[in-house]
């Protein structure tokens, strides 16, 4: 499982300029001339608006890479990336309701290094954040999602400085530190392999839907983790009209796409008297095109669901509800795959 609770404070933090300031732990490379003062501005608010969307879902991996100078992208992958902002929203859900649609920092101030030039607000106090059409204090916004400063320090107003850096021409990000601070993380979200190998391949084959090849059939019960009865109730394979009716917040999927919404019942069948937690992100779905899809990912997100499952049971507590998926059209043989929050036991169970 990543560490997303490392990540949490690093959210805050970047959206109110502090990674680290002066080009972070990662050499910067050997220049390309000093950005502009209307080239670092346009970086830095690229950044924070492509921060605070991969956090909340509606930017992807591959924007955040991309506002990063190309040293820093080393040994650091869109789905490292994608999956830690999936914890983090977990951890934070109401970042997936808070839709920045753009940033001012008022005035900035610049300053000329042999790096680059380091930009930060003049005033951390005046930053502002647009949402719903009008610009709003952003400290307070942020207070309001419950992101307020923390006992480390880590405040939303903060005004450290951020690096830009010109590489081939073109201005980007050179602290590398936070990004880098994806890399080499257990990349779980880039999808589960039909049949394991190594040690645990014993050991899955013999767990009843412990491969795909063995997966449980729908309708039936299977124990996972010594803690859950999972059991698949319902499967509704073309859910759009069910998902649009429950929000109008909600986006329709594209033309060659469709949404599953899935009904999972489970009980806590532990016998250690302690409350344990279950949502769904817990759960994934994949297919014959061998992709893991993730609800926390804004590609494969349905929106806002009814009844999505989410739940705290103690042993003999069972509880009722939703995951949704959007995929592709053309997706068949679907397969509902739960992931343990530590280990990567993956269980697959039928949708057909």
Not at 100 to 114: A, Q
Request: with cysteine.
């Amino acid at each position: 499982m990543k560490r997303a609770w490392l990540i949490v404070p690093i959210l805050l933090v970047t959206l109110a300029f502090a990674c680290g300031g002066g080009g972070g732990d990662k050499d910067s490379g050997s220049g390309g001339g000093t950005p502009s003062e209307s080239e670092a501005a346009k970086v830095v608010h690229d950044y924070v608006l492509a921060t605070f969307g991969v956090f909340t879902g509606s930017k992807t991996a591959s924007d955040l890479l991309n506002v990063y100078a190309p040293e820093c992208r080393e040994g650091v992958n869109e789905e490292d990336i994608a999956g830690i902002s999936a914890l983090i929203r977990l951890f934070a859900p109401e970042l997936a309701k808070a839709k920045i649609e753009d940033v001012d920092f008022g005035k900035l101030e610049y300053e000329k290094t042999d790096e680059g030039i380091l930009v930060k607000p003049a005033d951390p106090e005046k930053l502002r954040v647009k949402v719903n059409g009008k610009f709003v204090d952003a400290n307070e916004f942020f207070g309001s999602l419950g992101l307020e400063e923390s006992d480390e320090g880590t405040d939303v107003t903060s005004g450290d400085p951020l690096l830009v850096v010109k590489r081939d021409g073109k201005a980007y990000i050179g602290d590398c530190s936070e990004l880098q601070s994806f890399a080499g993380e257990d990349a779980s979200a880039s999808g589960p392999s039909s049949t394991p190998t190594g040690p645990s391949a014993t050991a899955a084959a013999n767990r009843p839907g412990g491969t795909r090849t063995t997966a449980i059939a729908l309708g039936q019960s299977v124990e996972v983790e010594k803690k859950w009865q999972l059991t698949v109730v319902a499967v509704n394979r073309d859910a759009a009209a069910v998902v649009l009716k429950e929000s109008s917040l909600n986006d329709k999927p594209a033309a060659n796409e469709r949404m599953v919404l899935i009904t999972v019942r489970v009980k806590n069948i532990a016998t250690k008297q302690d409350p344990a937690n279950v949502s769904d992100f817990n759960f994934k779905l994949t297919g014959s095109n061998n992709v893991l899809y993730s609800s926390y990912d804004a590609k494969n997100d349905c929106g806002i669901i009814p009844k999505s499952i989410d739940a705290t049971l103690f042993p003999g507590g069972q509880t009722e509800g939703n995951v949704c998926f959007k995929l592709p059209s053309s997706e068949t043989g679907l397969l509902l795959v739960y992931e343990p929050d530590l280990s990567n036991d993956l269980t697959f169970l039928k949708l057909d």
